[in-house]
């Protein structure tokens, strides 16, 4: 994990407030609540799995290369989740990244959860600029629903530019 934070370094100073030698115990640093790195809990009966995965993307950390590795990952999710907490967005669903002009979700947690997990609820972030766009948003809203699932983005962040006024 202290590789992984220590990419995030560059991109996020305000991380600077962490000490390097408390990379490796960073974890430890979480008071008061449940940390799911491919792991998962069960809370008032609903299985809740969480990973903080994705394509390579612009070098912040738990990143890694589309395809074996990403799938490796995403087959640790057990089929019985009810919750599916991850960082990335699946392939398709609230992901367009306009300046790049593309589709940044992933192919590989898309399969795994349209075909084969199908949780109730797949709750992710990572990409801003879609629910700002209304890309995929049913009437604005940072959801979609896709029986048998619900897909939610959590990213509800503004772009520095939109506090820019001119």
Not at 42 to 54: A, K
């Amino acid at each position: 994990m202290a590789d992984l934070i220590k990419q995030d370094f560059y991109y996020f100073p305000s991380a600077s407030k962490l000490k390097p030698e408390n990379y490796e115990n960073v974890q430890s640093l979480l008071t008061n609540c449940i940390y799911l790195q491919d792991s998962d809990v069960t809370v008032r009966g609903f299985r809740i799995y969480g990973s903080p995965w994705q394509p390579w993307y612009y070098g912040w950390g738990f990143n890694l290369p589309r395809g074996q590795a990403l799938l490796d990952k995403w087959n640790q999710i057990p089929d019985s989740t009810d919750i599916l907490l991850t960082h990335c967005p699946p392939l398709g669903f609230l992901d367009w990244v306009p300046r790049k002009m593309q589709r940044v979700g992933c192919m590989e947690l898309l399969n795994t959860v349209q075909r084969r997990v199908q949780p109730k609820l797949h709750v992710f972030g990572h990409i801003h600029e879609d629910t700002l766009s209304g890309g995929d948003c049913l009437e604005d809203e940072p959801l979609r629903r896709t029986p048998p699932s619900i897909f939610v983005s959590l990213s509800f962040c503004v772009l520095p530019s939109d506090f820019i006024s001119t």
